[in-house]
């Protein structure tokens, strides 16, 4: 076989070996740009999948923030309301103490008192000005115990046993046991108050 014929015959055996690896490369570098392109965009929908969800809890966070605060506020408005309401009673209260009724009261008090610690000779504690009003009702009511004016109150009066029993029978103390009650009924006369609850 001639050299030329030889020469000729491994060139085209190298063009068609260049030629398959052509081919076998273009076939592989397109399976990897394919595969590229497949792999982008399911980074990509991850990406805002999870944007999305980040999204959405950070709006569900803004809302539930939201819907606190304007129950905070609620809530608050609606307790400064009955504090208003409570203080009204209180003024209602020193006005009544300083009125003629009092000395009804005084005794009302009183009775309720000695009721729950029937000792005649127990020692009634009133404010220093109730000292006179406390001996009179004391002593038509067969109590024979001293009378001490040294409560700082608004009125009302505190009965000690010297055998320890004790009651406390104060305007004070009723006010503090009757606030639970008031907000009930504020509840019943006002239903907008519904969520008013006692501060913890």
Same mark, same amino acid.
């Given at each position: 076989m001639a050299l030329d014929t030889i020469v000729a015959a491994i060139a085209a055996e190298a063009d068609s070996e260049v030629e398959r690896i052509t081919d076998e490369a273009s076939l592989r570098v397109e399976a990897i740009l394919a595969e590229a392109r497949s792999r982008s965009q399911e980074e990509q929908a991850h990406w805002e999948d999870s944007r999305a969800e980040e999204t *959405?809890?950070? %709006?569900?966070?803004? %809302? *539930?923030?939201?819907?606190?605060?304007?129950?905070?506020?609620v809530a608050d408005v609606k307790e400064a309301l009955f504090q208003e309401a409570l203080g009204r009673l209180v003024g209602r209260v020193h006005q009544a103490v300083a009125g003629s009724e009092y000395p009804g009261i005084f005794r009302a008090l009183h009775a309720e008192a000695v009721a729950v610690v029937p000792d005649p000779a127990a020692t009634l504690l009133v404010r220093s000005e109730d000292v006179e009003l406390a001996l009179r009702i004391a002593r038509e009511a067969g109590s024979t115990g001293a009378v001490k004016g040294v409560l700082e109150c608004i009125g009302g009066l505190d %009965?000690?046993?010297?055998?320890?029993? /004790? %009651?406390? *029978?104060?305007?004070?103390s009723r006010l503090v046991q /009757?606030?639970?009650?008031?907000r009930r009924l504020a509840v019943q006369v006002i239903p907008e108050m519904g969520a008013v609850e006692a501060p913890t």
């Amino acid at each position: 076989m001639a050299l030329d014929t030889i020469v000729a015959a491994i060139a085209a055996e190298a063009d068609s070996e260049v030629e398959r690896i052509t081919d076998e490369a273009s076939l592989r570098v397109e399976a990897i740009l394919a595969e590229a392109r497949s792999r982008s965009q399911e980074e990509q929908a991850h990406w805002e999948d999870s944007r999305a969800e980040e999204t *959405n809890h950070a %709006v569900a966070g803004i %809302v *539930n923030r939201a819907r606190l605060l304007s129950d905070r506020k609620v809530a608050d408005v609606k307790e400064a309301l009955f504090q208003e309401a409570l203080g009204r009673l209180v003024g209602r209260v020193h006005q009544a103490v300083a009125g003629s009724e009092y000395p009804g009261i005084f005794r009302a008090l009183h009775a309720e008192a000695v009721a729950v610690v029937p000792d005649p000779a127990a020692t009634l504690l009133v404010r220093s000005e109730d000292v006179e009003l406390a001996l009179r009702i004391a002593r038509e009511a067969g109590s024979t115990g001293a009378v001490k004016g040294v409560l700082e109150c608004i009125g009302g009066l505190d %009965v000690e046993a010297d055998d320890g029993r /004790s %009651v406390r *029978n104060t305007v004070d103390s009723r006010l503090v046991q /009757s606030e639970r009650p008031l907000r009930r009924l504020a509840v019943q006369v006002i239903p907008e108050m519904g969520a008013v609850e006692a501060p913890t």
